[in-house]
């Protein structure tokens, strides 16, 4: 099992908002960052730190995290951010890096 | 720009050993807190972290599959080799590798990937 814990789907309507999150014991010291990955293609940074997006990622997309948990916010959900999203944190030893089992966000 | 791009076999027959390139442009593996690292996905399956190569030349595994894996880089050529022995038909999977920046301790991404090369292993 991973050290990460997202739920496996959610569903969201268009123009809605989703909230995607990721539970693990590493998410107390250290942040998540967020991937996009869309069929057939390689995944893309959305979130990192402490809410940063990357250069032309939507400002719709926001990061936030407490405790031992981070989310990803999509706020006004677009047909295009239909996805599978990954999080991806240190692991408990501090040596290791771990991914989240995925969320599929399927946008109705 | 920076760019990656993973070459290797797309087949390879069980107990072989695989050697995947990841070639990269943009940046310079000998700058503070630039690393690379590979990360796998099976068919239909989730994001794995196999292991990453740093600055200073200190690697990291997956611990699962640390006995298998081997990280190198050559600097001068802008190139990170990973090598996995003994493969077996559960190592199908796309292999991508990815810049990984360490902003701080607490702060790491993975920002940008290559396109990923699919790899079969089978008889």
């Known amino acids: 099992s991973s050290e990460l814990t997202q739920d496996p789907a959610v569903s969201v309507g268009l123009g809605q908002t989703v909230r995607i999150t990721c539970q693990g014991d590493s998410l107390r010291n250290y942040y998540a960052s967020w991937y996009q990955q869309k069929p057939g293609q390689a995944p893309v940074l959305v979130i990192y730190g402490n809410n940063h997006r990357p250069s032309g990622i939507p400002d719709r997309f926001s990061g936030s995290s407490s405790g031992n948990t981070a989310s990803l916010t999509i706020t006004g959900t677009q047909a295009e951010d239909e996805a599978d999203y990954y999080c991806k944190s240190r692991g408990s030893s501090g040596n290791h890096l771990v991914f989240g089992g995925g969320t599929k966000v399927t946008v109705l | 720009q920076v760019t990656l791009r993973e070459s290797g076999p797309a087949l390879v027959k069980p107990t072989q050993t695989l050697t995947l390139t990841c070639t990269f442009s943009?940046?310079?593996?000998?700058?503070?807190?630039?690393?690379v690292s590979w990360i796998r996905q099976p068919p239909g399956k989730a994001l794995e972290w196999l292991a990453l190569?740093?600055?200073?030349?200190?690697?990291f595994y997956n611990t699962s599959l640390k006995t298998r894996l081997t990280i190198s880089k050559d600097t001068s050529e802008n190139r990170v080799v990973l090598t996995m022995t003994n493969v077996d038909p559960v190592d199908t999977a796309t292999y991508y590798c990815?810049?990984?920046?360490?902003?701080?301790?607490?702060?790491?991404?993975?920002?940008?990937w290559g396109q990923g090369t699919l790899v079969t292993v089978s008889s």
């Open positions: 190569i740093d600055w200073d030349d200190d690697k």
């Open positions: 990815a810049r990984l920046y360490i902003a701080t301790a607490d702060v790491t991404w993975f920002d940008p």
């Open positions: 943009g940046f310079s593996l000998s700058t503070s807190g630039m690393c």
